[in-house]
């Protein structure tokens, strides 16, 4: 296997172009040419490599310091988010020192929580931090037990294999005893649930049809809720960005007419302005009605393929009824009823029904339109629609949950990519505190639903067919994890965090996760430590080494050292890290993937050669088919369904015989809805909290450089329509409030024809910075979750349901008060006096 640079080239053939010209995907300083890549060829002191969601970079390091950042040489499309990189290591709100809240450095689990947000701190040595931390696992184990420990989901954790915090915090907590933790994510949480029982997996993290085969056979693309051209520029390891490559020949063929591609979604987003694709208009919450109208045009129009539905599905006979109106509902699923609903004319509907039955469609959903209450109904619904067609499993055809993400459907190398640091405790041993009495809790909740266990504590709800007890847990850990960004409904929060007695943070920057904190730990950045990374999740294309740039920031310490220390307070420590240091696991996950691979005749280089070069590189892999298996032998290849087959309508969720979601896709209205539904008469602008443009989550928010590019009057800007604003006296620029019953904000408005009327934008990750920690308070820098709703989706996964959100906006009048959201604690002394800084 040739991992040369030319060998590379070559074999990544329609990678070799030029940058992707979409708006934020461009180069902002220079790459380098593949054979004058420093650290190569050149200077390997001053340039060093690593690896980040955003893509692979090289560093200029001068006198320790970061100085410049450029994108990987082999990096065709980079995204401007790698500039922000700089400005997340030196940025004014990193975690400097251990810090303690002060009325919890006062009276420990006794002290005042109405306190917490109130950004008070106390700073302590490593050893204090620690003996606290180690101190109150001891008490929740022995006064209670482990029902009243959570470790909370780490999400989107930096990149890295060795220095994945999460299984650190796992391992870590593990050894000393056990703890609550969670099911699911918020990204996918309905999706992951529901899709299993249809399709028989998740979909939503699986590998799609590769590009060559939608570009060669397609005729039809539909983009439905999905801005693929926004979501590319991250990834789950470090990203590629090879998709961006199809895209530019996706918008050759738009030109030319060769393939139809329809962006069916309320605004027009970036990957329709970038293709020059046609826009389809829906109501916000509404693309259930318009769905069952396309299924009902096929019926009546005798345009769906029976024989597949036949072959390879179960159930479409108890589904049609409800389609005909022959249900309880009574009411036909006709286009005309559904046109009132979705805002989508009846011929127009009839339209796209012909369309995607007469051609090749692949139909591409994204992951925003599950999150809203019901979530789990568009996904089935759609899997339905695509059934009817009879096109899944052929090439260009059926349905797909992920060409928005990680650069799904490009083809995979096959090559294995390293392991991760070990999760678990080792076999054969047991916590030092070995109960697993839980007291008739659940040991696992819903992730979506952990604010409930804190304010409705022993309640039963429904989970996937199960029963869940709610565990009053009274400590909870988070490590690398932003718990309030992500979680809704920021005063529910603010309430439940009153009932914890103790939470530990450990990050880098001072989230707001870290200011409602009690013991706070300061991580360094991805960037000062060593660790290596696999090079495109899904195409596999590499593996990156992930050279430390400079030495930790003040007092940070890597996760590893961290979690180190504290087994050491119970002498875990040797077991703990299996008495090897960092660069001694780095080099054994590297050398145990190059085993891995030489099994598959696939060639690596010696670790010291790797880690000097930088980084292996294998060739594409060949190209694929999703579900082409299944369709040419359902048996052979069944599905992991409970009969195997596509499940139309399941008997077992209709078993369940939960009212939010029953046998087969239904529509259901919404607790608010926009444009006449119901609370549109008081808020009646529908709020989309969607994955930011130039921010990963919440990643890079703390990016002063990168923020000042799109932040207005140092806000978060709300995206809203012409008219919109225009009826409110907003211009854009103007400073405004967001406001409903749950919650308020400022943020800057931007005014933009690419938003109709009824529908504004904050995207989600921006930074939550109350004026003060009561329940109540102005967020100042305009973070959504401040007004979304906190309930689930249904009873069958308990999701999130962020996108089921109506609020109102008004140009802020007055004095506005600073933005609290971003840099350091006030730091104070035991008595609370606040210390100066020297």
């Not at 310091?65 to 499309?77: C, G, I, L």
């Not at 090749?360 to 109904?377: C, K, N, P, S, Y």
């Not at 309930?791 to 933005?819: D, H, R, Y």
Request: glycine content about 10%; aromatic content about 10%.
């Amino acid at each position: 296997m040739n991992y040369s640079r030319r060998g590379f080239l070559k074999a990544m053939g329609v990678m070799s172009g030029t940058a992707l010209l979409a708006p934020g995907l461009l180069t902002a300083r220079p790459a380098f040419a593949a054979d004058e890549a420093p650290g190569v060829s050149e200077d390997i002191t001053t340039w060093r490599i690593s690896g980040s969601h955003f893509g692979a970079i090289r560093a200029k390091v001068v006198g320790d310091r970061v100085v410049d950042v450029r994108p990987f040489e082999y990096d065709k499309y980079p995204t401007e988010m790698i500039q922000g990189i700089v400005g997340l290591i030196y940025s004014s709100s990193r975690v400097r020192y251990p810090m303690v809240r002060l009325d919890w450095y006062r009276k420990r689990h006794l002290s005042d929580t109405t306190q917490r947000g109130d950004n008070r701190f106390v700073r302590v040595s490593w050893d204090e931090a620690l003996d606290m931390f180690y101190e109150e696992l001891e008490r929740i184990q022995k006064d209670h037990g482990p029902w009243a420990l959570h470790t909370g989901g780490v999400g989107w954790r930096s990149v890295g294999q060795m220095h994945s915090c999460g299984n650190h915090m796992v391992r870590g907590v593990g050894m000393h005893g056990r703890s609550v933790g969670t099911a699911g994510d918020y990204s996918t949480g309905a999706g992951q649930v529901i899709l299993p029982y249809i399709l028989g997996s998740t979909e939503v993290y699986s590998q799609g049809t590769s590009w060559e085969v939608i570009l060669r056979e397609s005729k039809l693309i539909v983009f439905w809720a999905n801005d693929p051209i926004k979501n590319l520029q991250v990834g789950w390891n470090t990203e590629t960005h090879e998709a961006y490559a199809y895209y530019e020949q996706l918008k050759e063929k738009v030109a030319d007419k060769s393939i139809q591609v329809i962006c069916l979604d309320p605004v027009r987003s970036k990957t329709q302005n970038y293709l020059a694709a046609e826009h389809q208009y829906v109501n916000p919450m509404t693309d259930v009605p318009l769905m069952l109208a396309i299924a009902h045009t096929l019926v009546k129009e005798d345009l769906y393929d029976k024989t597949f539905l036949d072959t390879y599905t179960l159930g479409f006979d108890r589904f049609l009824p409800y389609l005909e109106g022959k249900t309880e509902d009574q009411v036909e699923k006709t286009p005309e009823w559904a046109a009132a609903i979705c805002g989508v004319p009846a011929e127009r509907i009839r339209e796209l029904a012909r369309l995607m039955a007469k051609h090749r469609t692949q139909l591409i959903f994204g992951w925003a339109v599950q999150r809203q209450q019901h979530g789990e109904q568009p996904y089935w619904m759609g899997a339905v629609l695509a059934a009817m067609l009879g096109q899944i499993g052929l090439p260009g055809g059926g349905i797909s949950y992920s060409h928005h993400y990680s650069s799904v459907g490009v083809s995979s190398s096959g090559a294995a990519m390293p392991g991760a640091y070990p999760l678990n405790v080792d076999a054969g041993r047991k916590p030092k505190h070995d109960n697993t009495d839980f007291k008739g809790y659940s040991s696992v909740v819903p992730i979506a639903r952990v604010i409930d266990a804190l304010l409705e504590p022993g309640k039963e709800i429904d989970f996937n067919g199960a029963k869940v007890k709610l565990p009053p847990y009274k400590m909870a850990i988070f490590s690398g994890c932003n718990q309030w960004h992500r979680q809704q409904q920021r005063n529910r929060m603010k309430e439940a965090w009153q009932k914890l007695e103790t939470v530990v943070a450990i990050d880098y920057n001072w989230t707001a996760t870290c200011r409602f904190a009690d013991i706070v730990l300061p991580a360094c950045t991805p960037f000062e430590r060593n660790d290596i990374d696999a090079y495109g999740s899904y195409s596999n294309r590499g593996v990156i080494a992930m050279q430390k740039l400079i030495d930790p920031l003040y007092h940070s310490r890597s996760d590893f050292d961290i979690f180190r220390g504290l087994t050491r307070r119970f002498d875990r420590d040797a077991e703990y890290t299996r008495g090897m240091d960092e660069m001694q696991w780095v080099e054994k996950l590297y050398e145990d993937c190059r085993a891995e691979n030489g099994l598959k005749d696939i060639a690596m280089p010696p670790f010291a050669e790797f880690w000097k070069k930088g980084y292996v590189l294998f060739p594409e892999g060949k190209s694929w088919v999703r579900h082409a298996d299944f369709r040419d032998d359902a048996e052979l290849n069944a599905l992991g369904t409970p009969s195997g087959f596509i499940e139309i309508f399941s008997r077992k969720i209709e078993r369940y015989g939960y009212a939010d979601c029953k046998g087969h896709p239904v529509w259901m209205e919404k607790t608010e809805r926009s444009h006449g539904g119901p609370g549109s008469d008081r808020h009646p602008l529908w709020l989309q909290s969607v994955h930011p443009d130039k921010r990963l989550h919440s990643q890079l928010c703390e990016s002063e450089p990168l923020r000042s590019t799109y932040a207005i009057q140092g806000r978060e800007p709300v995206f809203i329509g012409p008219q919109d604003a225009a009826a409110r006296g907003i211009k854009h620029g103007d400073l405004v409030r967001v406001f409903n019953d749950r919650g308020q904000l400022l943020a800057g408005a931007h005014v933009s024809d690419n938003f109709p009327t009824g529908v504004v934008r904050i995207q989600e990750g921006a930074w939550y910075g109350p004026t003060g920690p009561e329940i109540g308070a102005l967020d100042t820098y305009g973070d959504p979750n401040t007004v979304t709703l906190d309930i689930g989706s249904s009873s069958l996964a308990q999701a999130t349901s962020a996108n089921t959100c109506l609020v109102e906006i008004e140009k802020f009048i007055g004095v506005a008060p600073a933005v609290t959201a971003f840099g350091g604690p006030t730091e104070v002394d035991p008595d609370g006096r606040k210390v100066m800084a020297p």
